[in-house]
């Protein structure tokens, strides 16, 4: 599904490139539809990306996410709050995260944001399953609204956030924007760890598309019109260069008192380059970056199968506090179809 996601964003910048030259009025925005979503009961235990986002229902929770009673304990005091990324839901991305992070004994919750029409999320939003594709702005204050929830449901103060790909995106966001971080006192930073798994962190090329539309950006052709009509608002404003971007990261790119663990492939293919997820630490945060090939070279995961390589699942859990082994296990490129019980 993803090559052909990009196949069609790089039709969409030729389309632009070969109209430059026509001079049209700029439509007028409209408000925002972009909404989230609770989910609509638990799915299985899935092994791989594949059969997760090839499962009939795409809105399920996946399993071990949103038990509403699951109150924090003592060696695990904080929620975790999952975070999906573009074209993804909360059940495609987490069907094997979410159960390891109920069996180490943590709360659980996702949700599905950046749900929306075709104006703001792009041709590909009809598709079941597909979110994330809304405006930015609208998801983080989505994800705002859900931390906040989480808290009030759970009684914890703090929580623990993981996010794939803009979902890394948006908790950044929200710790600059909403609240999530306190500058001024960092013992009441509403986040305490944030773990991403191929964050679009610094922009994305997506292997070249998005370089070419920096490119005619900069040499004052609109491209956003023509990107957004088929990947999303979100699509757009994750592109390298984008004033999205460069305004997250100016000013410096932490938060005293929050612990990142931010996990890349070297195998990426849409949050490219694969470097440009790491972050460099401020004054007061803690930065560790990993490269799943780092001593691994047998995972191959890409981009939407990271979420399932155990080693990428044992570096999150050791990130949380959790005393388990690093693992290195054979993990392919674009994964498999498997089950598990």
């Known amino acids: 599904m993803r090559r052909y996601l990009t196949t069609l964003f790089t039709v969409a910048i030729a389309t632009v490139a070969a109209l430059a030259a026509t001079v049209g009025a700029t439509p007028t925005a409209a408000a925002s539809t972009s909404y989230a979503s609770d989910t609509r009961g638990v799915g299985p235990e899935i092994r791989g990306f594949q059969a997760a986002f090839a499962y009939p229902f795409p809105e399920a929770a996946p399993a071990g996410a949103n038990d509403w009673a699951c ?24 069907a094997r995260l979410s159960p390891a992070l109920k069996r180490a004994g943590f ?17 590909l939003s009809v598709i079941p399953g597909l979110y994330g594709t809304g405006p930015v702005e609208d ?23 993981i996010g794939h790909s803009q979902g890394g995106v948006l ?11 306190d500058p001024a006192d960092p013992a009441h930073n509403v986040i305490a760890h944030v773990v991403t798994l191929g964050a679009t962190n610094h922009g994305t090329t997506l292997s070249g598309p998005g ?32 004033s999205m971007i460069t305004e997250l990261n100016r000013g410096g790119e932490t938060f005293a008192g929050v612990d990142y663990t931010v996990i890349g492939t070297r ?17 007061g945060a803690r930065v560790n970056n990993v490269l799943l090939q780092d001593g691994c070279p047998v995972d191959v995961s890409g981009h939407s199968v990271m979420t399932y390589s155990p080693r990428a699942i044992s570096v999150t859990l050791r990130a949380l506090g959790v ?12 994964q498999d179809w498997g089950l598990t019980g």
Request: with cysteine; aromatic share 10%; glycine share 12%.
């Open 267 to 283: 195998f990426d293919q849409f949050s490219t380059p694969y470097s440009a997820t790491f972050l460099t630490a401020g004054l």
């Open 323 to 334: 005393s388990t082994p690093l693992v290195c296990a054979v993990h392919p490129w674009n």
């Open 107 to 123: 709360c659980v919750f996702t949700q599905n944001y950046g749900r929306g029409g075709i104006a703001e999320g792009g041709a």
């Open 139 to 161: 998801s983080t204050q989505q994800l705002a609204q859900f931390v906040q929830r989480v808290r009030q449901a759970t009684g914890a103060s703090q929580v623990d956030a």
């Open 211 to 242: 370089a070419l539309a920096a490119v005619l950006r900069d040499a004052g052709v609109n491209v956003q019109p023509s990107i957004t009509a088929i990947a999303g608002s979100a699509g757009y404003e994750q592109l390298v260069g984008s």
């Open 171 to 181: 908790i950044r966001r929200y710790l600059k924007y909403k609240g999530g971080a």
């Open 71 to 94: 109150r924090p304990t003592a060696a695990h005091p904080r929620p975790v709050v999952l975070v999906h990324g573009t074209w993804e839901g909360a059940f495609s991305t987490f």
